[in-house]
């Protein structure tokens, strides 16, 4: 019987097989640290006396407290300055490469990694942050871990770890224009739920799949950890290779062809045997947004506000209350019709500069709804650079968008740019976990398009409803 | 870490499912150094709600948490094991553990005892009949006890063994450190270094202003 890609990405990193019941120890290839889950980690080596092992493995930014205004002055916030402090401090001391607030690669760490070349098929990636998952888009395992963790890959450059399952998510068919990657992943975590992924590396395949650019990818890899799964992975392909070539870190000569030769050989056998399988038909979905306070309690935008009444499971009957409590909205409710106070476009799942260009194409020469701000944060700040070099600030400028520094910001409010109580965004992030967008704050995460036209109407919206929008659709 | 084998306090009934890790700690607390003081910050939001358990005089010292499926879901902010664990709990009690805080949870110390949801409702009946009422978990047996009710609960063997004997992760992988070197001989020459940095070329980067 053949092997997943996930199971070879195993065999290959494996420093040494567990006996007795024992967590195999598999070696790691990349470790990002950010200033807030790594300072405790940092903090034990040097109680302990020990070195990181790996430095030249090592690399760091400042992402989830950074302001995304006037940088050039110190940090406002005293607890948000002396954690930025810590790390570039933490990372003077113990030889790590730092991108801080200013450089021109400082960014979130997710969009950071790929842009420099630093991430690659066939590799181990871990980052203190669960969206690490981001990198499996690459054909890496790529997960994340907490701050135990981060000491001991900082300390040995190894986790132990049990091998998890596989899940192949089977993604076939043509995807309908104006929907996308984000729809896609948003659709399946509403179909496994929260919860079932756990244990699980879970494996995207199919057609559709196929088709995504490496943004595309990134964006489906990054939201695995919102179905509680350990990882996604998609195999390495053309796509992949045409990506990462020429990038600063990327293997140049003889090292390139030795690489890709290896990476071609990242592909589930045909005959290889996934714990679980998943379908999803991409010709059958449309935009997709949540309703509730969990990324799983999502709707395609034509539907309405549920009735809990209608959830045949308790559990989820009293989640799908407690959600609408907090959203401040009614059962039956067209999703279209509900007002959006802020659109966030930005974030480690669609900061991307495919994301601004997109999202850009459907504002362009349309004006802002009166009363809807709209926050553009560019992944990092290449992709700033980027978009500015291609006039894409000008055009959320032109349109009433405020164009910021790059970091997380709002997605989750670390930094001052947080949601008012009971205000409410339509977000390309992550999470709509109440109050992770600020105390209080209301969440619907959408895709790029999803928030362009929304920002445009007002309401939750898709390019559809806008006039003339269909020629803006790639 | 502390040797764990059996621990008796106040159980605490948090009927919710999917308690994710911005409700356990919520990301502003994040912002601090240290690995301790994060008491205050367990369940902020929530304990602004007079009604909210932990307020109740009868569970405000509880130590042991029954919570709904897919607690600590979200994030991997290891402060959410420390605010628990900073406010007085030594066990979670659930049917199903988001996978990276169950990782966490172990290496702190925290107990993650899994057990049937059918088993949580009949540890929330008991719990909220009688509130203050104590739960001993033994890890030793994998049994929780309250009262009259005796359950088995679910937890991986070397975690089990790995809190029972207070041992440190990273004491017990450099023991093999000579196999982590052999495994670095041998790694292909095109995996990527971090350094020496290499960049595109440095630019200047404009610092954004607030809009009037």
Not at chain 1, 128 to 157: K, N, R
Not at chain 2, 196 to 206: F, G, H, M
């Amino acid at each position: 019987m053949g092997t997943t890609l996930a199971e070879k990405l195993w065999q290959d990193h494996l420093v040494r097989k567990g006996e007795n019941g024992a967590p195999d120890l598999i070696y790691i290839d990349l470790h990002m640290c950010h200033e807030v889950t790594s300072p405790q980690a940092f903090e034990g080596l040097r109680l302990a006396g020990r070195p990181v092992r790996r430095p030249d493995l090592t690399i760091a930014t400042e992402d989830h407290n950074t302001p995304t205004l006037n940088i050039d002055l110190p940090i406002a916030d005293e607890t948000s300055r002396i954690q930025i402090n810590t790390l570039r401090k933490n990372a003077e001391e113990f030889g790590v490469r730092i991108h801080s607030l200013g450089d021109a690669d400082q960014g979130v760490v997710h969009v950071v990694g790929p842009q420099l070349g630093l991430t690659m098929p066939g590799m181990t990636v871990v980052c203190g942050d669960s969206h690490t998952s981001t990198h499996g888009a690459f054909g890496a395992l790529a997960f994340g871990i907490g701050t135990s963790e981060v000491e001991h890959v900082l300390a040995t450059q190894t986790l132990p770890l049990k091998p998890f399952k596989t899940m192949a998510i089977n993604v076939n068919g043509e995807l309908p224009k104006g929907t996308t990657a984000k729809d896609i992943i948003l659709a399946i975590i509403a179909k496994i739920g929260t919860g079932g992924g756990q244990g699980y590396v879970l494996e995207y395949r199919g057609d559709a799949i196929k088709k995504l650019s490496m943004e595309a990818r990134m964006t489906i890899c990054n939201m695995s950890i919102e179905a509680g799964a350990r990882a996604g992975l998609i195999a390495p392909d053309e796509t992949t290779f045409e990506y990462v070539k020429g990038r600063p870190h990327a293997p140049e000569g003889q090292d390139w062809d030795d690489a890709v030769a290896y990476w071609k050989t990242l592909v589930t056998d045909a005959d290889a045997v996934f714990d679980t399988e998943v379908d999803l038909n991409a010709s059958d979905l449309e935009p997709f947004v949540t309703w509730g306070t969990n990324p799983g309690q999502g709707l395609p935008l034509s539907a309405t506000v549920p009735n809990p009444e209608d959830f045949a499971d308790e559990t989820d009957r009293e989640a799908a209350e407690n959600a609408l409590r907090y959203m401040g909205l009614t059962p039956g409710t067209p999703l279209r019709e509900i007002d959006i106070d802020t659109v966030f476009l930005g974030s480690c799942t669609n900061g991307r500069i495919e994301d601004l260009r997109a999202a850009a194409e459907i504002i362009k020469g349309r004006t802002k709804a009166p009363n809807t701000r709209m926050l553009v944060v560019p992944g990092s700040a290449r992709v700033r650079l980027q978009a500015e070099a291609e006039g894409l600030d000008k055009v959320f400028l032109d349109f009433g968008a405020e164009w910021r520094n790059a970091g997380c910001s709002m997605c989750l409010g670390m930094n001052p740019d947080q949601l008012k109580p009971e205000e409410r965004s339509a977000s390309t992030s992550n999470r709509n976990f109440e109050g992770r967008q600020g105390k209080g704050g209301r969440t619907h995460l959408v895709s790029p398009l999803v928030a362009a036209a929304t920002a445009v109407r007002g309401k939750l919206s898709s390019p559809d409803d806008l006039e003339n929008a269909a020629a803006a659709l790639v | 870490m502390e040797k764990f084998t059996t621990h008796t306090g106040v159980g605490v009934p948090l009927r919710r499912s999917n308690v994710d890790t911005d409700q356990i700690i919520p990301a502003v607390y994040l912002k601090r150094v240290t690995k301790t003081g994060f008491d205050d910050a367990l369940f902020a939001a929530w304990r602004g709600d007079a009604d909210f358990i932990l307020n109740q005089p009868a569970y405000k010292n509880g130590s042991v948490l029954v919570a709904g499926p897919d607690f600590g879901t979200g994030s991997s902010r290891e402060h959410a094991v420390w605010a628990l664990k900073d406010y007085g709990f030594k066990v979670v009690i659930a049917s199903r553990f988001a996978d990276i805080f169950r990782g966490n949870s172990g290496k702190q110390g925290l107990l993650t005892a899994v057990v049937s949801q059918e088993n949580v409702e009949l540890l929330w009946k008991l719990l909220e009949t009688e509130p203050g009422k104590e739960i001993t978990v033994s890890l030793e047996d994998r049994t929780i006890t309250c009262g009259e009710l005796v359950i088995s609960f679910e937890i991986d063997d070397y975690v089990r063994w790995r809190l029972m004997e207070g041992l440190d992760d990273i004491g017990l992988t450099l023991q093999h450190e000579e196999d982590i070197t052999a495994f670095e001989a041998q790694r292909e020459g095109w995996r990527p270094k971090t350094l020496p940095a290499k960049t595109e070329p440095k630019q200047p980067v404009v610092a954004a202003r607030p809009v009037e």
